[in-house]
C-alpha cells in the first residue's frame, strides 16, 4: 500500500480521460455576428474510471476544473465554469441567443470561420477498497473535441413596419453570399450546391 500513491500519479497521467467537446447553440450551429457575443460551452463532466494498481482495485475520479479556449482569432482565455445551453428566456424576457454575454461567449471583429479548441484541466482523487477519497497531486490538460464559430456581418435596412410577405427583404430572404462564401449551417439547406438561394 506504501506504493499506491506513486503508482495512482504515474496513472492518473496517462488514463484516457475524455476531454469532451466545443459546443454552442443548438439552434444557431456556430452562428454568430461581427462584434456581438458569440456563445459557446464546454460538454464535460467528471468521470470515475476503474483501475488495477499494484493488484489493487482503484477507483480514480476526475474533475474538470478549468477550461483553456483558444477562439481561433489570436484570442484565448482561461474560465473556471463550462458553461451551459442558454435558457429560452430569462425573468419573463427572451433570450437574444445571436447576442447574449456569458461567462463562456466571445465577440469576434471579423467575420469568417473560426476553429475554437478547449484544453480543460481536470485534477483527480482516488480510492481503494471503497475507503475515503484521497487527492491527487497535480493536474492532466486534455483536448476537446474542436467546434467552429461562423460569424456574419450585420446588414441593415429601413423598412415600413413587420414582415408581412416572407419575399419582402429581411422576412425569410437569402444570406448575401460573397465570392467563395459558403452559407452558414443553420441556413445550409436553403442553398444548392452552388450557393445559390432556394428559396422557401
Keep these: ?3 499506491l500513491p506513486g ?8 488514463l484516457p480521460i475524455a476531454g469532451g467537446s466545443v459546443e454552442f447553440e443548438p439552434d444557431l450551429l456556430g452562428f454568430g455576428y461581427r462584434n456581438r457575443h458569440t456563445h459557446m460551452f464546454a460538454d464535460v463532466e467528471t468521470q470515475t474510471l476503474n483501475q488495477t ?5 482503484v477507483e480514480i475520479r476526475v474533475n474538470p476544473q478549468s477550461f483553456q479556449w ?3 482569432d489570436g484570442a484565448s482565455r482561461a474560465t473556471y465554469e463550462p458553461g451551459e445551453p442558454m435558457p429560452e428566456s430569462w425573468q419573463g424576457e427572451t433570450v437574444v441567443k445571436t447576442n ?6 466571445h465577440v469576434y471583429t471579423e467575420t469568417g470561420r473560426f476553429p475554437v479548441s478547449l484544453a480543460t484541466t481536470f485534477v483527480g482523487e482516488y480510492r481503494a477498497g471503497g475507503g475515503p477519497w484521497i487527492v491527487i497531486p497535480g493536474s492532466v490538460d486534455v483536448q476537446a473535441s474542436p467546434g467552429e464559430a461562423d460569424i456574419w456581418r450585420v446588414a441593415a435596412r ?7 410577405n416572407a419575399v ?3 422576412c425569410n430572404g437569402p444570406v448575401t453570399l460573397e465570392p467563395g462564401d459558403t452559407p452558414p449551417k443553420i441556413f445550409a439547406d436553403q442553398y444548392d450546391a452552388n450557393g445559390n438561394w ?3
Excluded: H, K
Design 1 to 3: 500500500m506504501a506504493l
Design 7 to 14: 503508482a495512482v500519479e504515474e496513472a492518473f497521467a496517462t
Design 53 to 57: 494498481l499494484l493488484g489493487i482495485p
Design 70 to 72: 483558444n477562439y481561433g
Design 100 to 105: 447574449q454575454e456569458t461567462l463562456t461567449s
Design 158 to 164: 429601413n423598412v415600413s413596419g413587420s414582415c408581412r
Design 168 to 170: 419582402d427583404w429581411g
Design 198 to 200: 432556394l428559396g422557401d
